[in-house]
């Protein structure tokens, strides 16, 4: 609504904008200025550009005159004013007059002077800039300068201007006698006396020692995302992101490669509040976002640090600015189809039914084998289940019902091929509205910001929608005296079903349904998998739609207050309570299916909900003092944190009604056996007390020096080891300060930083973890002593080993680095880093003669990382009116175990049904993919006489020939490898801006290279052990004898001719693992920002349209979904990555949007 | 001056709050929430509240195995006691489904199979709950705790040891002893020499103290009484051929033992009341896993959650634990009535194999023992009061076709009706719970274990009056026609009337006995190894005829291996575990 009225307006505006007029006949009396300029407007068609509080000091104007030209009004306005005019095209732009030469000590005007002039530029661009103030140090003379950028003062010999312009460097030049400056402004976002938000304060970024990467915010925002964490990817270097596509749902970040292998994510802090979860923040509420990932930059955050932190503020009024902005983005979202793995149709079946089927096969749809015909219906019932003709008896549409959901009759139109994965997806709506004010006085800013974001799925029946309000303001009581506070509130829900991954989510029963059941019968009912061949697979359709009143919803309270006093010069306190609040409640009615082979007889009702309370108390002392030379900073904290959550969670089943407001969890039919259950899934209250301390040394802005410390104690270890200690130190040499890089002419700035430390991780201890408990669990611990047959009687067994001497992780960290500006405008900056994490918390080993208890971690691993993060930036222009922008971003970790246990016995998982699927070993990085390798087929008996055998067993002429690494002529668990890495060997971020006139052009190129995935999906559409929907490649790529040569995978047969044998089928081996490179466009922009002079015509300071592209290519030779997998965790833990088990496909989607600001 | 006074006051302000924090110590203690400590537990009830713990690891249904359900981790051994037998094909949806299974139908279990390795932590898990209570019970300082009390805890905590050892001894063979005094868990399974220990004697110490100890009459059915411990004592005898002191105390349990009730150990009137919950802790159970539809749905008879044929409470399940031809075939009897231990394979119990459903179908019209109906559903048979067995859809999953599993399906761990609309059996997620108890020992069971010792040891009349006994009962338990009027099939059960004409034959006849009456209970394979005589049943009668009935599930190579294949590997995880400076404490079973 609101963007239509905007667009209308536009339109309106500019027509009448070319009302054509020349001569102007006005008469006034004592008019006020603006009303003046109103009808010149009106009568002439021009447009005049101003500041509207110019016009309030503007005195009142008397004149008559009569078809006359233009400039004579406009002289006539303006000849007793403070302002004056230029006309540019049809334009007129109104400046203020310079300021009168001030009254100055006589000794200093003795001697009159011509005046100094000069020019201000763009340092980027070159262009002029205009209404850059250029004052006197230390006095109130000053100008501006014009529209060409130039203006003209007179001033001493030994003055010192001071230039500054909003959104630009502020530069001090010393005049020296010169009679003409050139002078040219840096934008403030790539200066380097730009304020960085680093860890409890501010720095300079030309200060910076550690390996800190300053993220473009308006890039990130510039994808629509709920979760600006998921837009991060390949965005800040030694970054790396992985996100599914499910709305609502966060993404995977972990710097620098794995400092554990259970939780590696970042710490978040936002306005100084730490939090785990950023997937309430609205993204446009931020200011800047800065990733810290060496121990010089984060170990101030000591035992929280090792995994990278990442900062994040939000947006601040600014004192006498009121800004309005209004942002708007609406668009479409839709899967990309052709990605999808291509299964088998109807036909198709049939004749792979024919290739794997015994002679006395009879299939109930088909018939039998050697006459196998696609009847035209089925019919599904108790009593019979079978193919029929369209006017057979049993195809009676009278006969059909579901009402009985034990004794249902359903009739079915039998489909040539139902395409399952559009039959569950939709193009879907994506749209963000927000509106905020900002501004304030001089001793108070606020900023408020109101946010609407709606993703409906691509998956029918799923969505997600978030409201949020932000309100951060700040007041300056007194000279020493200031409080303030950031809040934000946002209420957001989940909606359908949010299984996403696994064998049971709707994404992967698209793979598992057969082809020839249609989405409906032909009265409506939902089609299903109780005939032939069909197994488990659930109607995908039918599962999203039962589960389209699922909801889960967050309120959430986020934000602090602080207060700060200015003690005496220099000496400032600061103390800060944040609070991260929010309760989650949970819905999710499970309806009864009447069509499934595995179905559900009675409804059931779930609830949950769980509400955490955190808060943090942060004090600190800074003194900043400069001496000559040398700056001083020291910093002095304590900080208390303490969590606490709880929660609980309840069932019922046996309803008499489905509907939606009937199902409570006390509206079930009086309780049966097993009808109800509760649980508490307490999360328990933990806490940290910690000291800290920075000081930061500079020696004329050239030699730096940092030193951190922080001692933090923790409640999840034991009491003799809760504390450790954290220190850092490092130091920078900005060597272009140096004398003898003065000559390098093509060196601007050049800066080399080193530093070590060392940082802790918490967040894999959990706080049982000292304690040995008992618990008293009904499944394991409960017994039918009495022979009640009913009920049981409880008791109490061991559940965990305690270990009061785990304590934390230590990660220590070397980097080095180099930030360069060389040939005016390319900004290079390198990190290489090593990190060497020791006391790794492993879990300890049950031995095999012990009871099955939750062993204790314990600090036993070590593990090692070492990467190379590469930022480039260069930006100028290829003509006056196009410039450009570019930037590069390059990470590359590599990831080594160095220790795992005493006994170097590896860990194995589990991926669905497959197992010893993940290796996490000595040796290699965590979670390496593990099997056996496919070295051919056996083509003949030849083959098959050679071997090797399988376990001892004879093998199948047709079947994969697996590689016997051990030579011992058998395949056994010892002829397992490793068979490839979910960690990339780089990714690369491009993004290229470009702008020419009003437009502007950005796109995002995304490089993933040198992982592998295992694609679990094949188990479902190749190994046949649930059966349902089969791959198109297991039919045309199958071994026959004529295609040995060229066939992917094993013949197809029955018994002794069948290729897929149990082991083939029962062993993970390379044929799931495919390369995981990809380079993906993920953005793609087009804009417009409509000209100054229409744009204050509409009382705006800006206005801007796009469209937008998201995902618009892909180009992997991935064959599953989507190969953006490299960090999701099948079961949450870092040891399971990599794994696609039916992966939720990225979306191509397209947007138009509007930014607005007054 | 009032600004510096306001800044002071400031900083101490700020400053001294920080401090109270920092000495408030107890702020970093957060104890866990929801759990006990061991301390809170160290009195009656918590003691006895552990030995219900231990009782409630008797079911194997552990954190471990299928989807943590614990599925083939129970005492009923469907898989290492029935289906390693060959009493049954392992089924499921197709030979793929838990494939994991087949090495051990097919005698070729690699010592990295996970299936075992479930087993043997759920036995471990159990002995290591028993070991709690022996070790907490000292600790115990309530007075409320009467010394009687005390022993009787102590005694079954014993008894429960013993019972999960015996059944560790069973599977795995060389397993190292484990009590409650141990702290470092690398305890050898060999001695000084290099041998396997031997931990029969400390079994028969745990069953002989509970023996001895424990009460006759128990307040609870579930528990174990004096009787049960010396059956398992005697059981225990038996498997190392110490014939004597078996049948000494097997006399001594025929002529005085009762169950926990104190009614006299004596058969049920029907074969089909072992099988039944009304029945169930009846006067023939010795001992028996207490299973509970209880309202977490999760203490039911989980074993058997994936041997559920269709049909039955409109369910399908999964299909697994498929009765074989062989033991469908060992059920026929001659013109007397008596089994044929040589020749019952020598025709095949006509099945619906190759004949759809719709078609007409003739059961078997020759000779049968009527515990065959009660232990196996085959077509034209009812299916307890499920009505009539019709075929593939009670047999083979949607679609598919029987190849896997055979057309058969199992009775004797399925709830009935009845039992299902009573609400002692529900599905409670995709699985049914069932409150039907598995009964470890009963006395038909010690009857012929009794039988055996009289034909080594004792008199051959007396062991052919135990078999008459249970033969007895068994030509009492016809199955009915659908509407009750007549037996469903031709049943004929006649008694040894003449006296056995040899050792080897009167063994050949207890031994024929016991397949017949134990079938599909998960005991056959212990015995099988226990006769020696494994290696003979199953690769000359069994393995011919299962590999031409069922090609794909026996391909040629598949045999059983004498001197090896009678015990399952010790699983890999347990030996890399018990290395201690670089070697492994635990030996690995011989011939793997």
């Known amino acids: 609504m609101k963007m239509t009225f905007l667009l209308v307006l536009t339109a309106c505006l500019q027509a009448s904008a070319g009302a054509n007029a020349q001569k102007i006949s006005l008469s006034e009396q004592n008019a006020s200025l603006q009303s003046v300029l109103n009808k010149i407007e009106r009568q002439s068609g021009y447009f005049f550009v101003y500041r509207n509080e110019w016009l309030k000091d503007a005195n009142k104007v008397s004149f008559n005159i009569k078809d006359a030209p233009i400039k004579q009004a406009l002289d006539a306005c303006f000849s007793n004013q403070p302002l004056t005019y230029t006309i540019i095209n049809k334009n007129i732009i109104i400046r203020q007059k310079p300021l009168p030469p001030p009254q100055t000590p006589a000794e200093e005007s003795e001697v009159s002077r011509p005046p100094l002039t000069g020019s201000v530029t763009d340092s980027a661009s070159g262009s002029p800039l205009e209404g850059v103030t250029i004052q006197v140090k230390g006095t109130a003379t000053g100008t501006t300068t014009d529209a060409e950028g130039r203006f003209s003062l007179e001033v001493p010999d030994n003055a010192v201007l001071v230039i500054s312009y909003l959104g630009y460097t502020q530069r001090q030049i010393r005049v020296n006698g010169k009679k003409v400056l050139s002078i040219a402004l840096a934008p403030a976002t790539t200066g380097l006396d730009q304020l960085v938000v680093v860890g409890y304060g501010t720095q300079k970024k030309k200060d910076i020692i550690g390996a800190v990467s300053i993220v473009n915010t308006d890039d990130l925002k510039s994808a629509p995302s709920s979760n600006v964490v998921a837009q991060l990817q390949g965005r800040a270097p030694g970054v790396t992101v992985s996100s599914s596509g499910d709305p609502g749902s966060s993404a995977i970040v972990r710097i620098r490669g794995f400092s554990s292998f259970g939780n590696n994510s970042p710490l978040y802090i936002i306005d100084g509040t730490p939090t785990t979860n950023v997937s309430s923040l609205n993204p446009e509420d931020i200011e800047s976002m800065q990733v810290l990932k060496d121990a010089s930059s984060a170990s101030i955050y000591g035992a929280r640090a090792a995994n990278g932190v990442i900062i994040i503020t939000t947006k601040h009024g600014k004192a006498n600015k009121t800004t309005i902005t209004f942002n708007s983005y609406v668009g479409v979202e839709q899967i990309p189809y052709s990605r999808i793995p291509k299964m088998l149709n109807t036909p198709e079946l049939v004749q792979y039914l024919s290739q794997s089927s015994d002679d006395s096969y009879i299939d109930p749809v088909f018939g039998k084998k050697g006459s196998f015909t696609i009847p035209d219906m089925y019919v599904v019932s108790n009593a019979f289940r079978g193919g029929v003709s369209a006017d057979d008896p049993r195809a009676d549409p009278d006969l059909y019902t579901i009402s009985d959901y034990y004794n249902i009759y359903q009739i079915f139109k039998t489909s040539q091929g139902t395409d399952w994965f559009r039959a569950m997806s939709q193009k879907s709506v994506i749209q963000s509205h927000e509106l905020s004010a900002s501004g304030g006085t001089d001793r108070s800013t606020y900023f408020l910001g109101l946010n609407y974001f709606n993703q409906d799925g691509v998956f029918k029946y799923t969505g997600y929608n978030r409201y949020s309000a932000r309100m951060n303001a700040e007041f300056t009581l007194t000279s020493y005296l200031k409080i303030g506070e950031n809040m934000q509130v946002s209420y957001g829900n989940r909606k359908g079903d949010p299984t996403i991954n696994g064998e049971t989510s709707a994404w992967a029963n698209a793979y598992r349904s057969s082809p020839f059941v249609p989405v409906h019968d032909i009265k409506g009912g939902w089609g299903g998998s109780l005939i032939g061949g069909t197994a488990f697979g659930s109607n995908p359709v039918a599962q999203l739609y039962r589960r389209k009143d699922w909801t889960n919803k967050t309120l959430g309270a986020f934000g602090n207050i602080y207060a700060e006093v200015k003690f005496l010069k220099g000496l400032t306190g600061r103390a800060s309570l944040g609070i991260d609040a929010a309760s989650q409640t949970v819905f999710q009615p499970s309806r009864k299916q009447y069509e499934q082979a595995e179905r559900q007889t009675y409804t059931q009702l779930t609830e949950g909900a769980t509400s955490h309370f955190n808060w943090t108390w942060t004090n600190t002392l800074n003194y900043q003092k400069t001496i000559n030379n040398q700056d001083i900073n020291i910093l002095l904290g304590t900080e208390a944190i303490k969590n606490t959550g709880r929660g609980i969670s309840a069932f019922e089943r046996g309803y008499d009604y489905e509907t939606t407001n009937f199902l409570t969890l006390n509206t079930g039919l009086p309780q049966t056996l097993g009808d109800i259950g509760a649980s508490n899934p307490v999360t328990g209250t933990s806490t940290l007390y910690s000291y800290f301390a920075r000081a930061d040394y500079a020696f004329k802005s050239k030699y730096l020096v940092n030193a951190t410390f922080r001692r933090d104690g923790s409640s999840v270890f034991g009491a003799d080891v809760r504390y450790g200690n954290f220190p850092s130190f490092g130091v920078g040499w900005v060597l272009s300060e140096e004398n003898f890089m003065k000559d390098i002419n093509w060196i601007n700035e050049l800066k080399l930083r080193g530093g070590w430390g060392e940082m802790g991780s918490i967040s894999n201890v959990p706080g049982i973890n000292q304690y040995s408990t008992f618990s008293s669990t009904p499944k394991n611990n409960f017994y039918d002593i009495s022979g009640a047959n009913t009920s049981t009687t409880q008791g109490y067994g061991v559940s965990t080993e305690g270990n009061e001497k785990t304590k934390w992780e230590t990660t220590a960290t070397t980097n080095i680095g180099i930030d360069a500006l060389v040939y005016d405008h390319w900004n290079i900056s390198v990190d290489v880093y090593r990190k060497n994490t020791k006391g790794l918390l492993v879990p300890s080993l049950r031995n095999g003669l012990e009871p099955l208890v939750s062993k204790p971690l314990i600090n036993l691993g070590t593990m090692r990382n070492t990467g190379i993060d590469i930022q480039v930036g260069t930006q100028g222009k290829f003509t006056s009116d196009l410039k450009y922008d570019i930037s590069l971003t390059f990470t590359h970790y590599k990831n080594e175990l160095t220790k795992l246990n ?50 001892d067993m004879p093998v199948q002429i047709g079947s994969w020939r697996f590689k016997d690494l051990d030579g011992d002529g058998n395949i056994t668990p ?87 044998t149990s082991f083939v089928t029962g062993n993970p081996n390379s044929f799931y693992v495919e390369n995981g490179s990809y380079l993906r466009m993920k953005n793609l922009q087009i804009g417009y920002t409509f000209p100054q002079v229409i744009v204050s015509k509409l009382k705006f300071s800006n206005l801007r349209l796009y469209l937008q592209a998201e995902n618009l290519f892909l180009i992997t030779k991935y064959t599953g979904a989507d190969p953006d997998m490299s960090l999701i965790s099948g079961d949450g833990t870092d040891q399971s990555l990599g794994v696609d088990y039916s992966g939720y496909p990225h979306t191509k989607a397209f947007l138009a949007g509007i930014n607005i600001s007054f | 001056m009032k600004n510096i006074h306001i800044k002071i006051i400031a900083i101490c302000t700020s400053f001294c709050v920080l401090g109270v924090i920092s000495c408030k110590k107890d702020f970093l203690d957060q104890a866990p929430q929801g759990v006990y400590a061991e301390t809170e537990l160290l009195n009656k009830q918590g003691i006895d509240g552990m030995l219900i713990n231990a009782y409630a690891g008797l079911d194997g249904n552990v954190n471990a195995g299928l989807g943590s359900i614990g599925m083939s981790l129970g005492p009923d051994n469907w898989v290492y006691g029935s289906i390693a037998a060959g009493e049954a094909y392992k089924g499921g949806v197709n030979f793929g489904d838990q494939s994991e299974l087949n090495t051990i139908m097919q005698w070729a279990v690699p010592p990295s199979n996970p299936e075992i390795e479930g087993k043997w932590n759920s036995l471990f898990d159990g002995i290591g709950r028993a070991n709690q209570v022996l070790k907490d019970l000292p600790l115990v300082k309530d007075p409320g705790l009467s010394p009687k009390e005390r022993t009787q805890i102590k005694a079954e905590a014993r008894f429960i040891r013993a019972f999960q050892y015996f059944q560790a001894k069973e599977v795995f063979g060389n397993v190292p002893w484990v009590d409650e005094t141990v702290t470092d868990y690398k ?22 103290f509970a023996y ?65 919950i009304a029945t169930q802790n009846g006067p023939e159970a010795i001992f028996e896993v207490q299973m509970a539809l209880d309202a977490s749905g999760t203490n039911g ?60 179908f003739t059961p078997y019209q020759g000779n049968l023992d009527p515990r065959l109906d009660w232990t196996v559903g085959r077509r034209g048979i009812p299916y307890l009061d499920w009505g009539m067995m019709t075929g593939v859809a009670f047999t083979a999953p949607p679609g598919e076709s029987i190849q896997n599993g055979g057309p058969y399906c199992g009775k004797k761990q399925v709830f009935s009706m009845a039992e299902y609309k009573a609400g002692l059996a529900t599905k409670v997620s995709w699985y049914f719970g069932s409150a039907l108890n598995y009964v470890t020992m009963r006395y038909s069971d010690l009857l012929l274990m009794a039988a055996e010792c009289e034909v080594e040891v004792g008199s051959m009349d007396q062991a052919r009056a135990y078999v008459n006994k249970v033969r007895t009962r068994a030509a009492n338990s016809p199955v009915k026609n659908l509407d009750g009027t007549a037996n469903a099939a031709n049943y004929k059960v006649g008694l040894y009337t003449t006296p056995w004409a040899s050792k080897d034959a009167a063994l050949k006849a207890v031994h024929f006995e016991r397949k017949l009456e134990l079938a599909e209970e998960g005991h056959r394979f212990f015995d099988l190894v226990r006769w020696g005589i494994a290696d003979a049943f199953i690769n000359d009668e069994y393995l011919p005829r299962a590999r031409a009935n069922r090609p794909s599930l026996f391909p040629s190579g598949v045999q059983f291996n004498k001197g090896k294949d009678e015990y399952m590997p010790i699983p890999i995880y347990t030996i890399t575990q018990s290395e201690k400076d670089g070697k492994a404490t635990i030996k690995q079973n011989p011939g793997y």
């Open chain 1, 902 to 951: 005493d006994q170097n016995t590896p860990l194995y998982l589990a991926a669905g049904r497959l197992n010893n699927v993940l290796l996490t070993t000595k040796g290699q990085p965590v979670s390496s993919f593990y099997g056996y390798v496919i070295d051919g087929f056996y083509n003949n008996q030849q083959d098959v006489d050679k071997g090797p055998t399988i376990n």
């Open chain 2, 187 to 208: 305890i050898p399974n060999t001695d000084a020499t290099g041998a396997y220990v031997n931990i029969w004697p400390n079994i028969e110490a745990d069953l002989r």
């Open chain 1, 974 to 1060: 010892a002829d397992e490898t490793v068979l490839g890495s979910p960690h990339p060997d780089f990714q690369a971020g491009l993004n290229i801006g470009l702008t020419y006139k009003h437009f502007d052009f950005t796109t995002f190129l995304f490089w993933n290279y040198g992982n592998q995935i295992f694609n679990y999906t094949k188990f479902f559409t190749y190994m046949g052990v649930l059966n349902g929907g089969v791959a198109k490649g297991k039919l045309y790529d199958a071994w026959t004898p004529e295609t040995a040569s060229s066939a992917k995978t094993p013949r197809l047969g029955v018994g002794l001719d069948n290729g897929y």
């Open chain 2, 301 to 360: 008879f989980m074993d058997a959650l994936l041997t559920y044929p269709n049909g039955i409470a409109g369910g399908t399940n999964s299909w697994f634990f498929r009765p074989s031809q062989d033991i469908v075939n060992s059920f026929r009897t001659d013109g007397n009535g008596l089994p044929m231990p040589d020749t019952y394979n020598n025709e095949d119990v006509t099945s619906f194999e190759n004949i759809p459903d719709a078609s007409p």
């Open chain 2, 212 to 276: 001895d100890s424990l009460d006759v009459v128990k307040d609870n059915v579930g528990r174990a009484n004096k009787w049960a411990a010396a059956a398992y004592l005697a059981k225990a005898y038996l498997f190392q051929q110490k014939y004597d002191s078996a049948k000494k105390l097997f006399d001594i349990i025929i002529s005085q033992g009762t169950n926990n009730q104190g009614q006299q150990y004596a058969l049920l009137p029907n074969f089909k009341d072992n099988f039944r």
